[in-house]
């Protein structure tokens, strides 16, 4: 019943209980860890037919088959893959549904190395890559050329955090039957659900909210039924499959997900507030502030905000980021998100070729962890002093 995505179970109650069914392993609750490349057939006619459920490793196994359930299960997929990190889970549906000739939209607010891969794998393999704003929502139509095939979207986007308008995009995409994908990493499946809103395909760096505690590298990715069979046959072809223990990892994560991101949000948003009435601070960037321009499309689309959000400083430049930095105790300086501790890193947002960088002064990622409120408070005001003193 968990599984079901038109359950009405809460969201706690089905991140218990997704995926794995324990009867099919003699009650053990948790999902077997299968390390296999091997799996025998019973006889040669079977071996010929493939006739039977698993018929390699590469090719899926009960862990990963709990997983990509699970995943199922909450985006409302038709089917979703498991890869090694969030990256290979932005490539491979890129090469999945992208030829030579073909032309692509990226949101200028994209993760930097899923740009990095657009400028010069997918450059070099003949397609045509174009940046579009964020903000463009319905008027990425007057961008589409003959041959767009693919709109990449990341809502909100990465460091700067602007939630694109989904539905007046996928508006647009049906007319000319372009694939919609989109990385849904900020938001998880229990904020925003990409496949109810006609996107086509999600992708996640489940490295950080499912996983959530800093140690594991992986990637997913989910298909409505138009898509699913290109995106598991690149899948098959390419076997850049995930190895179980990750994989079984994450499925761990996820049956404390919900909690763990309500405490996220809860407390970042917290902070972003308290960081708005702060003299040394020009701007907070976090879609679930009333001042941020895009507030409205966020409380329309979305059930609530996760754990990372951007301030930019009022003036100065590397000097005052650097003291800022310097000066944090508990906050770590360190890249990635979703884990239980807080990181902070500087943001550079030189490589944009639409969306302008906020010009106030320099501009700082925080991703909130699992600490108590007051205790990263007292930490930012320490690195706040240190700007405004260097
Ligand atoms: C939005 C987004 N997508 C994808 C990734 C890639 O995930 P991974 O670190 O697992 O490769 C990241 C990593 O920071 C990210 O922030």
Not at 195 to 212: E, N, R, S
Request: aromatic residues 8%.
């Amino acid at each position: 019943m968990a599984n079901d995505p038109q359950t009405k179970l809460g969201i706690n109650t089905r991140l218990a209980h997704i995926g794995n069914d324990p009867r099919e392993f003699h009650g053990f609750v948790n999902p077997p860890v299968v390390h296999a490349s091997t799996v025998l057939f019973p006889d040669a006619a079977t071996m010929a037919a493939r006739a039977q459920r698993y018929t390699y490793g590469t090719r899926g196994t009960p862990t990963s088959d709990a997983l990509c359930s699970a995943f199922d299960a909450l985006e409302g997929s038709a089917g979703t893959v498991a890869v090694p990190s969030g990256l290979a889970a932005v490539t491979l549906p890129l090469i999945a549904f992208l030829s030579a000739g073909d032309h692509l939209l990226i949101v200028d607010s994209v993760y930097g190395p899923t740009r990095h891969f657009a400028n010069t794998m997918l450059t070099r393999l003949g397609v045509e890559v174009e940046y579009y704003d964020p903000r463009i929502g319905a008027g990425i139509s007057r961008l589409f050329r003959p041959n767009t095939r693919v709109i990449f979207t990341e809502s909100p986007g990465s460091n700067t955090f602007e939630v694109q308008d989904i539905p007046a995009i996928v508006e647009a995409a049906r007319e000319i039957d372009a694939v919609v994908m989109i990385d849904n990493t900020w938001a998880t499946a229990l904020l925003f659900k990409p496949l109810d809103f006609g996107v086509d395909v999600v992708i996640h760096a489940a490295t950080k909210y499912p996983a959530g505690h800093s140690d594991v590298l992986l990637g997913t990715v989910s298909a409505n039924p138009k898509c699913w069979p290109q995106l598991h046959e690149t899948f098959l072809s390419v076997g850049i499959c995930a190895g179980p223990d990750d994989v079984y990892q994450v499925h761990r994560g996820l049956r404390t997900m919900g909690v763990r991101l309500e405490r996220h949000g809860a407390t970042a948003l917290r902070l972003a507030e308290w960081l708005e009435t702060q003299p040394g601070v020009a701007r907070v960037l976090h879609p679930a502030l009333p001042s941020h321009p895009d507030h409205a499309l966020w409380k329309r689309d979305f059930k609530g905000a996760s754990g990372i959000f951007s301030i930019v400083l009022a003036g100065g430049g590397k000097t005052q980021a650097h003291a800022f930095l310097d000066a944090l105790a508990i906050f770590g300086l360190g890249y990635s998100w979703g884990g239980f501790e807080s990181l902070a890193v500087p943001v550079f947002l030189g490589d944009r070729t639409v969306a302008v960088a906020p010009q106030e002064g320099p501009v700082l990622r925080l991703q909130i962890g699992l600490e108590d409120f007051e205790d990263l408070q007292a930490d930012l005001a320490t690195g706040l002093a240190a700007a405004a003193a260097a």
